[in-house]
């Protein structure tokens, strides 16, 4: 599987400086990072070309040591591999010449204050986010109490609202009406396409932003999904044949995550129940855990 982002992109998100945008679109394969030390000696054995390639502090000062024709020559054999990209660390500058050979063959260079380590970190984690396997499901994603919790439900059924009454109470808005699901490393992570970020659509009202009404402290860019709960008119739920002690699951991208129906209707305090949801649901986890079992005489 490959993707392809732009170089603009890959500046916001990680925060990096292009020092050269060259092709302007970077394509990743793997998630995988290399150190180039060998090959700017002239190395190309089982040379991983196909990632991105990060030049720490070494790495640099090498370049600038070497004699100018044995650099051009290096240079040319590095980036006619086809690399995706390369990254300077420790706000490092590389000589001029390389961005000129950069900009021959279309390789983005970008510029980053964080050590090699750190920002191979980053990139990895950037790269398997883009990578992973993803849907868009209609629904609110919420945090209470650190756990991110799915609501699910017909159209009009208030799910905005009550995410407005959690957000009053205290609790974290992460996406409102569409939820782009991603599964990494086993975990579904959900977060709000981008330009539906922080925005809240309110029946009566129109589209809010929560981040301006109540601070930056009331949203989360995303969140792994625990529960999910799906709401149902009272008249659905009570014709159904699953009681409420029994464990439910909902599968999504192939993973299976505990879910419950609750019942919508009039005079019912929805966005209290789900707080309460969360609550039992926490306390189940907790009941469940290593140290809850011990024993002291």
Known sequence: MTVTVSVKEISEQLNFEVLEEAGSVVEFSTDEINRPGLQ????????????????????????????????????????CQNIPCIVCT????????????????GIPVFKTPL??????????????????????????L???????MLLRGESGMGKSEIALELIHSGHRLVADDVVEVRKVGGR????????????????????????????????????NIELIVDLEYIETYNRREIRDSEEQYAEILGTNVRSTVLPVSPGRNIAV????????????????????QLRFK
């Open 40 to 79: 700017l000696a002239g190395y190309y054995e089982q040379f991983a070309k196909d990632r991105v390639q990060v030049f720490g502090g070494a790495e640099l000062q090498y370049l600038s040591d070497i004699p100018k024709g044995v650099f051009e020559q290096r240079m040319e054999n590095f980036l």
């Open 90 to 105: 420790r706000d490092m500058l590389p000589p001029a010449e390389l961005l000129d050979f950069a900009v021959r063959y």
């Open 115 to 140: 050590i090699p380590d750190a920002a191979s970190h980053e990139i990895s984690k950037y790269i398997r986010h883009k990578m992973a396997p993803k849907i868009l499901i209609h629904g609110v």
């Open 142 to 148: 919420v945090d209470l109490f650190g756990i991110g």
């Open 188 to 223: 579904l992570i959900g977060r709000a396409p981008h330009p539906t970020q922080y925005l809240l659509e309110v029946r009566g009202i129109g589209i809010v932003d929560v981040r301006c009404l109540y601070g930056v402290g009331v949203v989360i860019q995303e969140k």
């Open 273 to 292: 129940l789900i707080e309460v949801l969360a609550r039992n649901y926490r306390l189940r986890g907790i009941d469940r855990s290593p140290a809850s």
